[in-house]
């Protein structure tokens, strides 16, 4: 099986724009979890999707949106970007308690 | 790129010794835990996994011991090799519930 693909792998963008991730999970896999990772705040939850809505959301503001198709590939979108929103966005697919990762999209805000 | 923070805890071991990487979970009604590993540029691998009804499993040159009274959780790896190198997570979670909580992660290095 093809393992959890993400697009872009990176974007710069400037402050103030908008930017939209876009995350395919494994093949079957229905639930699609985002964390962002960054050097200080390490690994952290975003949301999480499961036909189609939205089960859990971590504490981010309301800038960080989401979405799921009826395919299950996921997109996420985070609005006005700050320079503190650069880092590492993971997408992860569930199976089972397990969620296996994506490679990721490196972000830079300038 | 890097993927991982800048000042995290180190652990330097010689090729083909073992490695104990150690992690510290915060919720004690954690009932699922995994290790993963994060190479440069990469994300986060699943190495292995462990319920609360276990305190110890083993892979292939792997093995997590779990430790419920002093929450505490361990990634034994024998004989390391240099495709060991790597940054460490632990990670806790509820069965069921959607949302992973990770450790800081350790820097594993393999020296030659």
């Known amino acids: 099986k093809a393992g959890v693909t993400q697009t872009p792998r990176y974007l710069i963008k400037t402050r103030g724009q908008q930017v939209t991730l876009s995350c395919s999970p494994i093949?079957?896999?229905?639930?699609v979890s985002w964390y962002q990772q960054t050097p200080g705040q390490g690994l952290q939850f975003l949301f999480e999707?499961?036909?189609?809505?939205?089960?859990n959301k971590g504490n981010f503001p309301g800038r960080f949106s989401g979405r799921q198709f009826s395919n299950s590939r996921s997109e996420m979108n985070v609005s006005t970007l700050e320079l503190g929103d650069s880092a590492l966005y993971l997408c992860?697919?569930?199976?089972?308690?397990?969620?296996?990762f994506g490679p990721g999209t490196r972000l830079t805000v300038l | 790129g890097e993927s991982v923070g800048l000042h995290l805890p180190t652990l330097s071991v010689q090729e083909g010794d073992n490695s104990i990487i150690n992690c510290a979970y915060s919720?004690?009604?954690?009932?699922?835990f995994i290790w993963y590993k994060q190479e440069s540029g990469k994300g986060p691998q699943f190495i292995i996994d462990?319920?609360?009804?276990?305190d110890k499993r083993q892979g292939q040159r792997v093995t997590v011991l779990l430790n419920k009274t002093v929450k505490h959780l361990s990634l034994q790896i024998a004989a390391t090799q240099p495709g060991d190198s790597a940054v460490y997570f632990c990670?806790?979670?509820?069965?069921?519930?959607?949302?992973?909580?990770f450790g800081q992660g350790t820097r594993l290095t393999i020296n030659p």
């Open positions: 093949s079957g896999h229905r639930s």
């Open positions: 462990i319920r609360s009804n276990m």
């Open positions: 992860a697919s569930r199976a089972a308690d397990t969620q296996y």
């Open positions: 919720n004690s009604a954690s009932d699922y």
């Open positions: 990670a806790e979670t509820l069965q069921g519930a959607q949302k992973l909580v």
């Open positions: 999707y499961f036909s189609e809505t939205q089960r």
